[in-house]
């Protein structure tokens, strides 16, 4: 009777979020329909000329979409491999810290990029890359280049420089999660280890990394189901004209060729595609970490 109970204030308890859930996460996706729509504001919703594929076709002609789609992807990718990496590297030199205090205001340092606007992150990208900003200065006097680099006006380094400060920003609050699997490995496993004459560096390797596998499966694959979804936000606000064709990713195409244009179907089928994409990417990663011995995650 008792655990029937604590059963039932469970669900009253969830019964909130499942309600916030299904009006915005759920209820939104009959909008979908504007996308086999000639979608005009004016008419209601379902009051439009019904148009089938034609905007999807539209999207698969566009050079534009695929131009957009390779950045999104490329991005994506450096973003999701450098920013598993840092995250998971600095977890573990955390981790390492013998001081409590240090680690403490280490780790409450490293948060706080996160909370910063991007606005605030691209001033100050922006400005350290400038002709006469602190890297230029640092690589002329050094001796490294004879001249300054135009770090923002060169189309090849926008890919480096956008991932570089979305790591700066984010390294400390992904460690997160990675920080609290650690705590929960066994401390018998360390000892042992000591015992047998492992160094720190070698516990790390057979201790600490197999023992969170599981966790950074699960990350793993949530953050490749997001692939695609990386915003638009640093990218329009460290980009300009003259790398322009780098900077346009999925969301900054939607905004501007679909919204921007009052082609509120077009928009709509850009955002269903992305959802496919998504789910399909799951699913695969879903799939991969089943054969590697994980068990299915969802």
């Known amino acids: 009777m008792a655990k029937n109970e604590n059963t039932k204030s ?33 008419f209601g919703l379902f009051n439009q000329e019904w148009v089938g594929f034609a905007h999807f076709r539209d999207l698969f002609q566009e050079p534009m979409f695929y131009r957009a789609l390779e950045n999104t992807l490329g991005m994506g990718i450096l973003g999701l491999v450098f920013g598993t990496i840092s995250a998971i590297g600095f977890a573990l030199l955390l981790n390492e810290l013998r001081f409590i205090t240090m680690k403490k205001w280490t780790q409450t340092i490293s948060y706080l990029p996160h909370f910063v606007s991007w ?4 001033n100050i990208v922006i400005t350290m890359l400038s002709q006469d900003g602190i890297v230029n200065n640092l690589l002329t006097g050094i001796g490294i280049v004879d001249r300054p680099i135009s770090f923002m006006a060169e189309p090849n380094l926008f890919w480096g420089i956008v991932t570089a400060a979305d790591v700066w920003k984010e390294t400390g609050w992904n460690a997160i999660i990675y920080l609290a699997a650690m705590a929960g490995v066994d401390p018998q496993l360390y000892e042992a280890a000591k015992v047998d004459g492992a160094s720190r560096w070698r516990q790390m390797w057979h201790i600490t990394l197999p023992s969170i596998r599981p966790v950074i499966i699960v990350l793993l694959i ?19 004209n003259i790398v322009a064709e780098k900077a346009l990713v999925i969301d900054m195409y939607a905004l501007e060729y679909g919204i921007g244009m009052f082609r509120y179907s077009f928009g709509t089928a850009i955002g269903i595609f992305k959802s496919v994409i998504s789910v399909i990417l799951i699913l695969i990663c879903n799939g991969f970490a089943k054969r590697i011995g994980e068990g299915r995650v969802f």
Do not use: C, H, R, T
């Not at 309600?19 to 005009?40: C, E, H, S, T």
């Open 10 to 42: 469970l669900l009253l308890m969830s019964f909130p979020f499942i309600i916030w859930l299904l009006i915005f996460k759920y209820v939104p996706i009959a909008g979908w329909v504007m996308a086999f729509q000639d979608y005009k504001p004016a």
């Open 119 to 122: 606005v605030i992150v691209a």
């Open 222 to 240: 949530l953050n490749i189901g997001n692939l695609i979804n990386i915003g638009f936000e640093k990218q329009m606000l460290l980009g300009n």
